[in-house]
């Protein structure tokens, strides 16, 4: 039976961080109860006309902050997604959480619901890089908020970001710290970028480029001795613990997203649902759709680069017998160059990129005309 992940987007917070340009904001009872009673519509048609023949192994509600809204609301959607669709006996369900929403009351209910992940933004341990971003918590509540977690469904993950406003190489060491004598098994790292009209971005703020690379590195390092291997560049996991779902996004496995901006690749189709919340509640969904043939560059292209996103890196057999082509060939001299600067690595019949690669991935893909 083919497999597909699905993913619910939740557009609600408790407050909008200055940095942040996701569809996401604060608002009423009414909406969310407007919304969610959209998407479970959404899902009900989608179930009844085309998940025929495939089961769901992995369900990702993200956001926004799905933990900002009543608990009852997810877990109604969880169980419309139980009685809807074939699910996998091991079927990973994770949702988002932010540390001032996330109490026990919440998690206990989300893990009665069968959810067994949940991922909590922390960002930084830092309160006063924290209040810089204007998140809602401080570092003592992203603690509170693991224990929580981890007493109701075990399997933890925490976001951190790097190049934040005041962000020293001792706070991105704090953080690793404390997210590892927390328990996280797994652990997401991602470079702050600036986005337009944002507050962060009209304060002037510009992140050091280099300063990023050195905290990355720095972060890099510290997490591997501390046992988390990192499975794709942003993406760091103890042993059997990487999130299935972001692995089928890059394998190209298919994917069904519902709600407000969510994107889904289903039946060898890219398509994305409105990012304007209003006109979602008026009935607006999916506003660009792109069919990919299955054998075709486009699709050969997209299986090499979210390949080499990963530290598995590309099957150049498993490529070679369903594109019918090699994709390293007439690269060699660019290759060698590549593997020259430690940049790449060629093992096995796999390409991939080293640590210090995937830091300059586009870089590379450029290089070698990909
Ligand atoms: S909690 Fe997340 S989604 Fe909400 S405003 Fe902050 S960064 Fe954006």
């Known amino acids: 039976m083919k497999k597909f992940g699905v993913y619910l987007h939740v557009p609600f917070c408790a407050s909008k961080c200055a940095y942040c340009d996701f569809v996401s904001g604060v608002y009423g009872e009414d909406v969310k109860k407007a919304y969610f009673a959209a998407l479970s519509g959404d899902i ?22 799905p933990s900002s809204v009543d608990a009852h609301y ?27 929403s996330l109490t026990r009351e919440k998690a206990e209910a989300y893990a009665r619901a069968g959810v067994n992940r949940i991922s909590i933004g ?10 810089r971003i204007g998140r809602a918590h401080t570092s003592e509540r992203f603690v509170r908020a693991a224990e929580i977690a981890t007493a109701a469904v075990g399997n933890v993950s925490a976001d951190v970001m790097l190049a934040l406003p005041g962000q020293t190489m001792s706070d991105v060491e704090n ?12 652990i997401s790292v991602y470079s702050l970028k600036v986005e337009e009209g944002t507050p962060l971005q009209k304060s002037g703020y510009v992140p050091d480029e280099d300063a990023a690379a050195d905290m990355y590195s720095l972060a890099r390092s510290l997490l591997e001795e501390r046992g988390y291997k990192g499975y794709e560049v942003s993406n760091f996991a103890q042993p059997g ?5 972001n692995v089928g996004y890059w394998d190209r496995s298919e994917y069904i997203g519902f709600g407000v901006s969510a994107h889904s690749f ?13 006109a979602y509640l008026g009935g607006v969904r999916v506003t660009e759709k792109h069919y990919i043939p299955p054998e075709s560059d486009e699709a050969a292209e997209e299986t090499i680069m979210l390949a080499l996103r990963t530290s598995r ?7 070679r017998r369903k594109f019918g082509r090699d994709p390293i060939a007439g690269k060699e001299s660019g290759l060698a160059l590549l593997r020259r600067e430690g940049l790449v690595s060629l093992t096995d019949d796999r390409l991939s990129l080293t640590p210090k690669g995937l830091y300059v991935m586009n870089e590379i893909i450029v290089r070698l005309a990909f």
């Open 44 to 65: 009900t048609r989608f179930a009844e006309r085309q998940a025929n023949g495939r089961t769901v192994t992995s369900i990702y509600i993200g956001g926004g902050t």
């Open 74 to 100: 997810l877990t109604d959607v969880l169980g419309l997604i139980g009685r809807s669709f074939v699910i996998s006996s091991n079927c990973e369900i994770t949702t988002e959480a932010n540390p001032e």
């Open 122 to 131: 922390m960002q930084s341990a830092s309160d006063e890089v924290l209040a």
């Open 175 to 186: 953080a690793v710290g404390l997210l590892s004598e927390a328990g996280m098994s797994h």
């Open 241 to 245: 613990k990487e999130c299935l779902h």
């Open 266 to 278: 289903y039946d060898d189709t890219r398509f994305a649902v409105t990012s304007d919340l209003t």
């Open 313 to 319: 890196g590309l099957d150049l057999s498993a490529f």
